[in-house]
């Protein structure tokens, strides 16, 4: 499988709101909604919330917390593919999601080389 990398580290190819919605199959995302409704304990979760072409994606469907993701706008803000390529990577911004996701500072020190 190709590695679809997000700005934060993540592979997006891997995450099953990508996946659903590249298969165009409605009833896995409303499964994936109605998971995802109790896991973050957000009732707001529906059909178009898991419909994404992957964060980094510049035309087309961006799912659930990517339009607000502080770290998406500050990697297109400083023109990079992913944080690691930042000059100023382990800025705050980083950090702080970091506390939500730290597996992810591993991917993107690796990254970095």
């Known amino acids: 499988m ?3 990398r997000a700005y934060c580290g993540l592979d997006c190819a891997t995450c099953e709101a990508y996946q659903a919605t590249q298969a ?3 009833a896995w995302k ?4 109605a998971q995802w409704r109790v896991e973050y304990n957000n009732p707001d979760f529906n059909i178009m919330t898991v419909t994404c072409d992957g964060c980094t994606s510049t035309s087309g469907r961006l799912g659930g917390y990517c339009p ?6 500050c990697a297109i803000e400083h023109g990079v593919e992913h944080c690691a390529q930042c000059p100023d990577y382990d800025c705050e911004t980083i950090r702080a ?5 730290p597996q992810l ?3 993107l020190d690796a990254l970095r080389g």
């Open 97 to 101: 999601f970091f506390q939500m996701a």
């Open 105 to 107: 500072k591993d991917t």
């Open 68 to 73: 607000a993701c502080p770290v998406r706008a």
């Open 24 to 26: 165009d199959d409605p």
């Open 30 to 33: 409303e499964r994936i909604a």
């Open 2 to 4: 190709t590695i679809l």
